[in-house]
């Protein structure tokens, strides 16, 4: 089943932080889609939590070099 969270993304200045932080998601075994909103600071992620956690989404973006929350 899908499951959306929004993320908080903290550390990201440019288009390039932004295209960063989405393939970070969306190259994850069950990320189903990974938005990311540069001026908002957000990370709109489906995905299937049987696959994937919340806190695995967390940890991608800060392997990315970005926090996340």
Not at 31 to 44: I, R, W
């Amino acid at each position: 089943m899908a499951e959306k969270t929004v993320l908080k993304v903290d550390g990201m200045s440019c288009k390039h932080c932004k295209m960063r932080v989405e393939k970070a998601l969306q190259t994850l075994e069950g990320v189903q889609e990974a938005v990311v909103d540069l001026e908002a600071g957000t990370a709109e992620v489906t995905y299937d939590e049987a696959k994937i956690s919340r806190e695995a989404l967390i940890e991608a973006v800060a392997d990315a070099g970005y926090t996340a929350e």
